[in-house]
């Protein structure tokens, strides 16, 4: 069987690799070919050209598409990948958000689609195809669609028609969130890291914490002010010395947190679940909601690392954030396995002192 995946982004990769390692076990992986849709932001790529590599170190082929390297390269790389797209008996995306793929979908002939996880908008993505709904990023501000969302609607609607099961295509969701309820037909498979286990690690531990960025400011959804705030918070009540950045975040918010806050900022060259299992990593790794408080306790398995999260007080959200975040939010923390909850700095600050 042949089979094409389209990745955005290093976590993409990384559960493309997790999901052929499982597929292979099975003896289902077929042959593999992964396309990276390379977006333009600096950090990103060097973290898909290191995940790249992995790929090709594992044996699975790359194609590297320079897909938004101008106004044509949307149609030079569409047409460049239409015969494959055709000939693919299955196809694995990592983002069925990304106007991108949902394009490509409408293309692929595949009886066969796979979705990994792109994080925590798994979940949502889930719901709403469990709904009926139109495929939206959950930090979206809600109301009605942009101009830009009605000229898409068509392809966007044959996209989530493409991603729901039928006698002629089957649809199953690799994860490592929690999804209580897919949508009929949907086969949930979990994602339990077990390449990256069995590849990386175990690390050595340090007695201090470390800190995981989120890219909530750069979303809108969290005010800058209130996230350094919290940050020094959690840095002064537990001891942490590394602030790991997510890859959006942007270089500004980083120096101010550097001088603010007196971390060490951290930039990976690899997704924090490598980094933390090649190590060495802190005994406690502080969180606010993000993929991460779902995945890194299972990279981390059988190490004495703990993870613990802080939920998003409401009085952080910005005034355009969308009224689905705090919700939301919460569900990441509340669905969490294996994790310490932190209810506030202020609480944790106290009870350290």
């Known amino acids: 069987m042949s089979t094409l995946a389209f990745v955005e982004s290093p976590v993409q990769l990384l559960n493309v690799l997790e999901w052929a390692h499982m597929a292979g076990a099975t003896g289902s992986a077929g042959e593999l070919t992964v396309v990276v849709l390379s977006p333009n ?17 594992e044996g699975v082929q790359v194609r590297w598409e320079e897909a938004r390297g101008g106004p044509t390269a949307p149609f030079h790389t569409v ?33 066969s689609l796979v979705v990994v996880d792109d994080g925590t908008a798994t979940m949502e993505f889930v719901s709403q195809l469990a709904r009926g709904e139109r495929l939206v990023r959950w930090h979206r501000r809600g109301g009605r669609p942009g101009p830009r969302d009605l000229v898409f609607a068509p392809v966007s609607g044959a996209a989530r028609r493409r991603l729901t099961p039928s006698s002629r295509r089957t649809v199953e969701v690799f994860s490592s969130m929690p999804i209580e309820s897919a949508p009929d037909g949907v086969t949930v498979t979990a994602n339990d890291f077990a390449w990256t286990r069995a590849r990386f690690g175990p690390p050595r531990v340090s007695r201090g914490a470390d800190l995981v960025g989120t890219s909530l400011v750069e979303t809108g959804v969290v005010d800058p002010d209130r996230y350094v705030d919290a940050v020094r918070g959690l840095a002064v009540a537990h001891g942490a010395t590394r602030y790991f950045a997510h890859r959006r975040e942007s270089a500004e918010k980083l120096h101010r947190l550097a001088v603010e806050t007196g971390l060490q900022v951290v930039r990976p060259d690899l997704p924090l679940e490598l980094i933390a299992r090649r190590g060495p990593i802190g005994r406690v790794i502080l969180s606010f909601p993000s993929t991460v408080v779902h995945t890194l306790p299972l990279a981390l398995a059988g190490t004495e690392v703990k993870v613990a999260v802080m939920d998003i007080d409401p009085s952080w959200l910005t005034e355009t954030a969308s009224p689905r975040a705090q919700g939301f939010l919460s569900g990441v923390t509340g ?10 700095v202020a609480a944790t600050a106290t009870a350290t002192a």
């Open 79 to 111: 047409g460049g990948l239409a015969g494959a797209l055709r000939r693919a008996d299955r196809v694995v995306i990592g983002d069925p958000f990304s106007r991108y793929v949902q394009l490509l979908l409408t293309i692929t002939r595949a009886r």
């Open 41 to 57: 932001d600096p950090m990103t790529r060097g973290q898909l050209r290191r995940m790249a590599q992995l790929a090709r170190d």
């Open 335 to 344: 669905t969490a396995r294996d994790v310490q909850r932190l209810a506030s």
